[in-house]
């Protein structure tokens, strides 16, 4: 059972990126999934999550209206599509998966982790 996560990079304030995480394992189907970020110095928090089968989101407030989570079950693959990045959102990201039937904002209820992909918004 992995998740591996991919997509980041360096951009500029008010650009864009597409994190992906790819799941191995169809168990992976029925599970809300969620990221997470780490900036150095500070604790890992919630950006988003989503229900297993795509119906519920939830997003942090500081991502909100800027970022969209999404799955598709075919291919096993949950992304993060980021736009309007700011300085702020410089952190490593992590996707999870979750032990819960909901979509949670909290570390806890994730038993599965990906390795994280780092973003780096410039200004």
């Known amino acids: 059972v992995q998740l591996q996560a991919s997509g980041g990079g360096l951009v500029q304030a008010g650009g864009s990126l597409r994190l992906s995480c790819a799941a191995s394992g169809r168990t992976f189907i029925w599970r809300p999934m969620g990221w997470f970020r780490q900036a150095p110095g500070k604790e890992r928090e919630f950006v988003a999550g989503?229900?297993?089968?795509?119906?519920?989101?939830d997003y942090a407030d500081s991502v909100k209206g800027r970022f969209t989570i999404s799955r598709a079950h075919d291919i096993n693959t949950v992304s993060l599509q980021m736009n309007s990045l700011k300085p702020e959102d410089t952190a490593a990201y992590y996707c999870?998966?979750?032990?819960?039937?909901?979509?949670?904002?909290?570390?806890?209820?994730?038993?599965?982790w990906g390795q994280g992909t780092q973003v780096t918004v410039s200004s």
């Open positions: 999870a998966a979750s032990i819960g039937r909901a979509v949670s904002t909290t570390a806890h209820e994730y038993n599965y």
């Open positions: 989503i229900s297993w089968n795509g119906g519920s989101t």
